[in-house]
């Protein structure tokens, strides 16, 4: 039974998954980040999705849209770089945002990665194109959600997108919160 997992849900429901669920998502289009808001990262092209988690569509599953919905209680580890494109020497802070949250949409918990006051001189060296990565792992229940956001502020909008802005997770462990 080498890789089977047998769980049993809050609702008292059990099971077995025969491949855990993981996915890898790219952003292939653009979209400029809102001025001084959180903008959803619309992760839209699928390398890879099993157990087809991941909801890459404006199709609300759970309140979220271009977000994972967690299967079954137990950890997942998420990694991604986001490829921010157009940044400039006004722009002073680059915040982006995991946003872990219940089947009703509460937020249960967010991880920020701040980036305050670009170094303008390696913006401008780069071509105005930054990568940001980051890592978090979450307890999860059936039904919650994990997505992506980015905030910006000062100068013109960067936009986030390019076949370099991955999104990335997969079940670790039975382990519930």
């Known amino acids: ?25 790219i952003l ?11 903008t959803l990262i619309k992760f839209d092209t699928v390398k890879w999705d099993v157990g087809n988690n991941f909801n890459n569509t404006n199709t609300a599953v759970n309140g979220m ?12 580890s998420f990694t991604w770089l986001l490829g921010i494109e157009g940044v400039n020497t006004g ?7 995991f946003d872990h949250k219940d089947s009703g949409g509460t937020e249960l918990r967010v991880v920020y990665f701040d980036v305050n006051g670009p170094d ?3 913006a401008s060296n780069m071509g105005g194109v930054w990568g940001l990565p ?13 997505s992506l956001r980015c905030y ?15 999104f990335n997770g997969w079940y670790t462990g039975p382990e519930g919160r």
């Open 120 to 122: 303008h001189i390696l």
């Open 28 to 38: 292939t289009s653009t979209h400029a980040l809102v001025h001084d808001n959180y």
């Open 1 to 25: 039974m080498s890789g089977i997992i047998a769980y049993q849900s809050d609702s008292g429901r059990s099971g077995i998954i025969g491949s855990p669920a993981n996915f890898s998502m």
């Open 134 to 146: 980051g890592s978090t792992s979450a307890k999860m229940r059936g039904g919650d959600t994990a």
């Open 152 to 166: 910006h502020s000062g100068g013109s909008a960067p936009s986030a997108g390019n076949t370099h802005t991955t």
């Open 65 to 76: 849209t271009y977000a994972f919905v967690a299967p079954v209680t137990g950890t997942y």
């Open 91 to 97: 722009n002073t802070r680059l915040l982006p945002r």
